[in-house]
């Protein structure tokens, strides 16, 4: 579905020209600086990724990625800088503490950074914090260290660095991180809703000796409020050192999860991507859809409408950058919502089809036909097109 003509070296391809984002009427998208979706760049992450045997990387792995030409300059500035070498050379070697306690640095302290915070804490672990915006007061709330500057928290050398931030923001993110501050063997983990984008980026950002873990609990602050009991969580180990205490470090970041009653779901991030197209992001998007019907609660609410009330209300509680992120990070996502589009026009089809039906009957009896006139364009376009149906 996603073509990528032009190729660039290092191990990059990509659809380079910039003229490509914009505006492709074909595909419904009408304003003159809403770049298309079909033709977003993707980078093409090729197998140069690190393998140390337990790595596991695809060839092929596309990656979206907004800005094209500047964001492929800074990475392959970025891969071709002495920095990660220099990373690997500076690293401290801190020996990874015997206990089950962990101390998690999360990044991005928004929405979900401080709902999943609150788990960690109440289990017995360290948790801090860097965010954006100064989230001190909040922090201290939850007995979480809030670190304003980056290295600071770094210094710290906690075990996991956990990516909490929004999936448009993660490449600035990364790269901003003072990586080379941190002990040899961090393991990495990210949240995000999409999982290939992060595992590439993992991947081609972090030195070797770093532990990826993926993963993506299926829940929210508003869906996991009670309890996460039965809920989904979604993990994929992408590349974990043989060593036992790395082994024992991920597993006990897992089991935060198993202990909450989570539903384990081991799966690697190219099938998630898939499922959460046809699930996730087509709920998300029959909730945005409703929203701008503006539907209100009536007299004589049915469960059914209830429902549909509740999912609105569920789905715009999330911010729109995540949302966004849904569609553009995923390269599945592009398909579901022309399968909507297309299932819309579908249902309308028929819809208009028996009115037409019933309308042909009448003509053969010669009574008079009294349909509402909103119909009557309509019909009049299907009689048309039925015809030329006929005729060709
Ligand atoms: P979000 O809008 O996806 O992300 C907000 C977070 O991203 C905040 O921490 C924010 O930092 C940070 N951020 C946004 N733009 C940034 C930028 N330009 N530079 C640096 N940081 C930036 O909302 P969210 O609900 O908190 O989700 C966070 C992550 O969790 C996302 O990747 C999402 O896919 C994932 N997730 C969310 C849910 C959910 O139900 N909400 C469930 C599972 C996974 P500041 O607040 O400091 O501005």
């Known amino acids: 579905m996603f073509s990528l003509p032009s190729i660039l070296s290092n191990n990059i391809q990509t659809q380079s020209s910039s003229s490509l984002l914009f505006n492709n009427h074909h595909h419904g ?78 990044i991005g302290f928004g929405n979900f950074g401080q709902f999943i915070a609150k788990a960690f804490i109440q289990q017995g672990h360290i948790v801090l914090a860097h965010s954006r915006t100064d989230y001190s007061h909040v922090a201290q709330s ?31 993110v990364i790269h901003s991180l003072p990586i080379q501050k941190l002990k040899r063997n ?3 983990v990210d949240v995000l809703s999409v999982k290939e984008f992060p595992k590439n980026m993992f991947l081609q950002s972090l030195p070797q000796e770093f532990d990826i873990l993926c993963t993506h609990p299926m829940f929210g602050p508003t869906s996991g409020k009670d309890s996460w009991k039965g809920l989904p969580f979604m993990f994929d180990k992408v590349r974990i050192g043989q060593e036992e205490s790395r082994i024992k470090r991920v597993n006990n970041f897992i089991n935060i999860f198993e202990k909450e009653g989570c539903r384990m779901v081991e799966m690697s991030c190219f099938e998630h991507d898939k499922y959460a197209a046809d699930s996730q992001f087509i709920t998300h998007s029959i909730g945005r859809v409703l929203q701008k019907l503006g539907p209100e609660t009536t007299p004589i609410n049915t469960k059914g ?23 553009m990070y995923n390269n599945n996502s592009m398909k579901v919502l022309e399968r909507l589009d297309a299932a819309l ?22 009574s008079r036909v009294a349909f509402p006139t909103t119909f009557s364009n309509t019909i009049e376009k299907l009689q048309v097109e039925r015809k030329e149906e006929a005729l060709s």
């Open 29 to 106: 998208f009408h304003h003159s600086t809403r770049p298309s979706p079909r033709l977003h760049h993707r980078l093409l992450f090729s197998s140069c990724a690190q393998t140390d045997g337990s790595t596991t990387t695809n060839n092929n792995n596309y990656v979206s990625i907004p800005s094209l030409d500047d964001n492929v300059t800074r990475l392959s500035k970025f891969l071709e800088s002495p920095r990660l070498s220099k990373i690997e050379a500076n690293t401290s070697s801190h020996p990874l503490s015997n206990s089950n306690k962990l101390k998690i640095a999360i």
């Open 142 to 172: 939850l007995n979480v260290n809030f670190f304003k500057d980056p290295s600071d928290l770094c210094e710290q050398h906690p075990d996991i660095i956990l990516l909490c931030t929004s999936i448009n923001s993660l490449e600035r």
């Open 186 to 188: 961090t393991l990495f």
């Open 305 to 327: 409408y209830e429902k549909l009330l509740n999912l609105m209300e569920n789905t715009i509680a999330d911010s729109f950058d995540l949302y966004s992120g849904l569609f």
């Open 345 to 366: 026009e579908s249902v309308k089809r028929e819809l208009f089809g028996k009115v037409l039906e019933k309308l042909e009957k009448r003509v053969v009896k010669e």
